[in-house]
Structure formats: structure tokens, C-alpha cells
């Protein structure tokens, strides 16, 4: 069955340092992998598409077949990037989300 | 057009009673998703309609469930008889093609 686990609940850094919330997958078709973010009392909102490969808010991902990954990177962390991060895998035709449980990213001043 | 809405944004019921929810997603999107969230989870998928027809349905969904989207724009999601185990964030989703999905704020439903 699909599956995608997000390791850490819980992720604290400081202001400028680097970033990485984890992802793992498990899927026996191609994959889609998203990244999500909400910030507080916001709603969900589409960060990262694997596809498209581009940066968004200093923000990238990289697919992983190998290894079945699909890790959020940042190299400098702002204040502002404080919020809950959901991988999601994109299934089927129909393209129904399954989500990981998500990371609660902390950037201390 | 802000996006995806929903309505209402919360709701407290008694145990056994129905409640209804609308999402009325992006205008010229043609796929609807319902979602579930609990405390310390992600959204869990519960359904999909394409256009009017709906596609699927998660085994989440039990028989007081149900979902329309009659005339392939706004979608309702029906509760019959709910339980205390329904209490969550009922999410909207909305795209087109191969998008990433675009979420609404959500309905809490709080069952006593």
C-alpha cells in the first residue's frame, strides 16, 4: 500500500542555518510528490511539485527512486519559514493525495 | 475568485444528528476532493469527483457519509447521524489535470 512518512514531528533550527525535513515514500507505481506548508491559521498550501523542479521560497526537493525520498532542503532558514510541512504522494489517474503526518519546523531567531 | 471556500467554517452538533458541509472550489477547475484531518495527522482522503460524476470513495467513507457535486461546481458533504469519532477538520481540495491541489480553509466539525 502507498505510504509516505515523515520521520520528525518536530524540527528546530536557527535563523540561517541549513534545513532538511525529511520525506520517505513507499509506492509500486511513478510517483507525483508534492510538498505542502501551512503556516499558522492559514490554510494548506502547495510549496513544491517534483515535476515542475523549481525553487519556491528558497525551498527545493529532489525525487529519490533509489531511495524513495523526496527531502525539503533550504540552506539559510528564516524566521518566516516557521510552519507545518506536509509530503504528500500523488496517486492514479484521479491524483489522490496520500499525506504524511507532517513536521513542525521551528526557525529560533 | 479567492480560492477554494467552505461553509461553515465550524461546527458544534449533538451526537445523532446530521450535519452538512459545502465547498465551492476554484471556478474553472473540474477534479473536487473532500479530505479529512485529525489532531496529529495529515488529510486523509475520503473522496473525488470529476466534473458531477464522483470517481471515488476511501473506505474511510461509511454509509452516513455521502458526497454530491450536482451540477459539477459546488460539492456538499453529508454526515447522518454523527459520532464523537467524527470530529475533525473536513478539508475541500480543488484542481484541473495534473495540478497540485488547491486546498480550502476547512470546516471543523465538533460532535458531542
Known amino acids: 500500500a502507498q505510504r509516505v512518512t515523515q520521520p520528525e514531528k518536530l524540527l528546530s533550527v536557527f535563523k540561517g542555518a541549513p534545513v532538511e525535513l525529511k520525506c520517505n515514500y513507499s509506492y509500486s507505481g511513478s510517483p507525483e510528490l508534492f510538498w505542502y506548508v501551512q503556516y499558522s491559521r492559514q490554510r494548506l498550501q502547495l510549496l513544491l511539485r517534483?515535476?515542475s523542479r523549481e525553487s519556491i521560497k528558497g525551498f527545493t526537493a529532489d525525487l529519490n527512486k533509489g531511495e524513495t525520498s523526496f527531502h525539503l532542503k533550504k540552506p539559510f532558514a528564516q524566521e518566516e519559514d516557521s510552519a507545518m510541512y506536509y509530503c504528500a504522494l500523488g496517486e492514479g489517474s484521479n491524483y489522490k493525495l496520500t499525506f504524511g503526518k507532517g513536521t513542525l519546523l521551528t526557525v529560533n531567531p | 475568485d479567492t480560492g477554494v471556500s467552505q461553509d461553515p467554517r465550524h461546527k458544534i452538533t449533538k451526537r445523532g444528528q446530521n450535519v452538512t458541509f459545502r465547498c465551492d472550489p476554484i471556478?474553472?477547475?473540474?477534479?473536487l476532493y473532500w479530505y479529512r484531518q485529525t489532531l496529529g495527522q495529515g488529510p486523509e482522503f475520503l473522496t473525488y469527483f470529476q466534473n458531477e460524476a464522483q470517481l471515488e470513495k476511501s473506505r474511510l467513507l461509511s454509509d452516513r457519509f455521502s458526497a454530491e457535486r450536482p451540477k459539477g461546481s459546488f460539492s456538499t458533504l453529508e454526515i447522518q447521524r454523527t459520532e464523537q469519532g467524527d470530529s475533525a477538520m473536513y478539508l475541500c481540495a480543488s484542481n484541473s489535470n495534473r495540478q497540485g491541489q488547491f486546498f480550502g480553509p476547512g470546516t471543523r466539525l465538533t460532535v458531542l
Open positions: 471556478s474553472e477547475h473540474n477534479r
Open positions: 517534483h515535476i
